[in-house]
């Protein structure tokens, strides 16, 4: 993983992400059962999840080969969120699937239902 993913997830800078990620690049989300396909698409959920968390940060970081495991802390309002990033690359390094995971479940569905107040009201 070229070192500057991490970076730019931390500063929630999708339009640096964006040269990063793999054109069909999947998304698997925990709010949602079937996973988001391309860049255009991952990059502007992504660009919504980073106005929605506050206070995000990476706490740890274990990486095997072409697989990286970022975990986060960060918050949704009130609620207090702990999460991980699952990034898998392609032979290029960049990220061909990013899963996520979030606990608790009260703060996922939180999350879930901050992010979609605010796609529609978009």
Sequence with gaps: ?????????????VEELRELLAEDVEFRSPAVYNP???RDTVVALLGVVA???EDFRYVRE???????VLW?????GDRELEGVDLLEEDEEGRIVRF????????????LAATIQARLEGA
Excluded at 62 to 68: A, E, Q, S
Excluded at 103 to 110: A, F, T, V
């Design 62 to 68: 274990l990486r095997d080969g072409r697989h990286t």
């Design 72 to 76: 986060f802390e960060t918050r949704v």
């Design 51 to 53: 106005q929605v968390f």
């Design 36 to 38: 988001y396909h391309g």
């Design 1 to 13: 993983m070229p070192p500057s993913v991490r970076d730019a997830l931390e500063r929630g800078d």
């Design 99 to 110: 899963t996520v995971m979030i606990r608790p479940l009260s703060g996922l569905q939180h």
